[in-house]
Nanobody, 116 residues
Framework: QAQLVESGGGVVQPGGSLRLSCAAS????????MNWYRQAPGKEREWVSQ????????DYIDSVKGRFTITRDNAKNTMYLHMDNLKPEDTAVYYC?????????WGQGTQVTVSS
């Protein structure tokens, strides 16, 4: 059974950093387009970043460009989101997503809170 498990969320002060992880089991990340989404309180879920296979090309929502970096380790079957210079508006539940033709998997989410 395919499963995605996020970890690494927490509380951090503005300007701080976090690294989120998304560990996959029952599926190989190398065969999926991998995404990070987030959902802030009272708002709709929004796409944040993507890393494609093969080649590893990446893309980001404008609000995180230059601050967030998406990577993956195919050997560990794990995706990461490195978040620097965090802002209060980055506060949200972050979800990882694996997508390919006819298949779409989600993790349970990890909370990121940016507050002084």
């Amino acid at each position: 059974q395919a499963q995605l498990v996020e970890s690494g969320g927490g509380v951090v002060q503005p300007g701080g950093s976090l690294r989120l992880s998304c560990a996959a089991s029952g599926l190989s990340l190398r065969t999926y387009a991998m995404n990070w989404y987030r959902q802030a309180p009272g708002k709709e879920r929004e796409w944040v970043s993507q890393i494609l296979n093969p080649g590893g090309s990446t893309d980001y929502i404008d609000s995180v460009k230059g601050r967030f970096t998406i990577t993956r380790d195919n050997a560990k079957n794990t995706m990461y989101l490195h978040m620097d210079n965090l802002k209060p508006e980055d506060t949200a539940v972050y979800y990882c997503n694996a997508a390919t033709w006819g298949q779409n998997y989600w993790g349970q989410g990890t909370q990121v809170t940016v507050s002084s």
